[in-house]
């Protein structure tokens, strides 16, 4: 178990108030990150640091201009959720508490590169070390090693920046003020645009109300945050909420998304996400969380769990119900099928790999922009309908599909054709939507019809 304490000791620090937040910076002696590597994690950083040539840089330096080394970088942000014990000798105790919004706030890549050369320095550049490509498994070599890391603490003298962010006292309101500010400090000091959104998004816990909706089997494919593991990201995920949330009736003050932007612009989804999920009709703010209270949002996020599956289900169809409309869709000159004994003479239009779906990765026989299905991924959202003040699905949705998807795709046909088969007049085409979705709606009506 990774210890709750750990005790850092400056040789040289400036202690700094204002308002909730105090301030501790100055440079530490490599050996004294040893513990802090053992009990500080990246959850709290919107980055989940890998090796690369930003690491190897980083080792360089340390190898060949140690001495100059804290003025090279920027060093490590750590935040901590309680004042610290201060000691004598520039000496600070840190306590973790929340792993969520504690710990390396930046300076992920810095802290990776320092624990890998402690590694090298300790196992004489074990092949286990240069194994290590991510933060976690850098953590699970590191403890492997923990006995020869202690054998040369005391060679580890070269000098890091480390920035500490403490409350600036033990009162309640302050702590609160301290945890609504990490997110804001976290998501400037990663001064990326898109990342500034995202990591707001996923620092202040907004991302709960979707993992615990989705189907797990594809939580663990999403990429929550940069530099994850995964395949899927957490922007398409997003972007497919906005389905059944264009459905309800949204709080005042908070931006409907128009469809098209569900493929045009996954960013604006992203913001409009934030400023839904920060509403106080939908949210409360519980320790620098967002907690979501508002039923029929949640209710939207639970049909959430199925539109992936959906998405699949017609990404693999589409092609099909087009060519059974007489039409190629193999034809059409940004679409790829798979073919092996054709790559070798064509792979601008052949694949040697089988193509796999967006969100599960089942097999597919076609690789295509999702323009040209996402009008009719959104009008699935015709299927839902709001009861008692909840979402629900009008109709099993699977069922659906397997009945009506041909004949829908026979009328929606046209909207490719008169785009002369670019994807980006489809997908960025508000009529494709209307299209798509009044199809969807025919089939329901004579579906009903049938029934009665």
């Not at 890998?50 to 140690?66: A, L, P, R, W």
């Not at 003040?389 to 009328?411: C, H, M, R």
Request: glycine letters at 4%; charged letters at 25%; proline letters at 5%.
């Amino acid at each position: 178990m990774n210890p709750d304490k750990v005790i850092i000791k400056f040789e040289q620090v400036s202690d700094q108030s204002n308002d909730a937040i105090r301030r501790l910076a100055g440079f530490v002696k490599a050996k004294y990150l040893v513990d802090l590597v053992d009990a500080a994690d990246l959850n709290a950083n919107p980055r989940s640091a890998k090796v690369g040539n930003v690491t190897d840089d980083i080792i360089e330096s340390i190898k060949k201009t140690k001495d100059i080394f804290p003025f090279k970088t920027k060093g490590i942000l750590l935040a901590v959720s309680t004042p610290p014990k201060d000691l004598e000798r520039k000496r600070y105790e840190l306590e973790f508490r929340d792993n969520e919004i504690e710990g390396i706030l930046d300076g992920g890549h810095n802290t990776l590169a320092i624990a890998i050369h402690i590694l090298n320095v300790a196992t004489d550049e074990d092949r286990a070390v240069r194994r290590i490509k991510r933060w976690s498994d850098l953590k699970e070599v590191w403890s492997q090693y923990k006995d020869k890391i202690a054998d040369v603490r005391e060679q580890l003298d070269f000098l890091v920046p480390v920035e500490i962010l403490v409350p600036a006292d033990n009162s309640e309101e302050t702590q609160q003020q301290f945890k609504r500010a990490i997110l804001d400090i976290c998501a400037a000091r990663n001064n990326n645009v898109q990342l500034m959104v995202d990591t707001k998004a996923n620092q202040a816990g907004h991302y709960e109300c979707i993992k615990n909706s989705l189907d797990p089997a594809l939580v663990g494919e999403v990429i929550w945050k940069t530099n994850e593991l995964g395949r899927v990201p957490v922007r398409d995920i997003v972007a497919l909420s906005w389905i059944p949330l264009s459905v309800l009736k949204l709080p005042d003050g908070v931006s409907q998304i128009s469809p098209y932007q569900l493929y045009s612009s996954k960013g604006k989804c992203m913001e409009a996400f934030v400023e839904l999920m920060e509403h106080p009709e939908v949210s409360t703010l519980v320790s620098g969380n967002y907690e979501l209270k508002n039923p029929q949002i949640a209710s939207a996020f639970a049909l959430l769990k199925d539109l992936p599956k959906l998405y699949d289900i017609i990404y693999q169809k589409f092609p099909e119900s087009y060519n059974d409309a007489r039409g190629s869709f193999g034809r059409i000159s940004s679409v790829k099928k798979f073919d092996m004994s054709k790559y070798s003479e064509n792979p601008q239009k052949y694949l040697k790999k089988r193509p796999t779906t967006p969100f599960y990765g089942d097999e597919a026989e076609y690789q295509y922009a999702d323009g040209f299905i996402m009008p009719l991924v959104y009008a699935l959202s015709a299927l839902m309908i709001e009861q008692d003040g909840t979402l629900a699905w009008k109709v099993d949705p699977y069922q659906f599909l397997e009945q009506n998807l041909p004949s829908i795709v026979e009328n929606y046909k046209g909207v490719l054709d008169l785009s002369q088969w670019d994807v980006q007049k489809v997908g960025k085409n508000s009529a494709s939507y209307s299209m798509a979705k009044q199809q969807f709606e025919n089939c329901l009506l004579r579906q009903e019809a049938k029934a009665a």
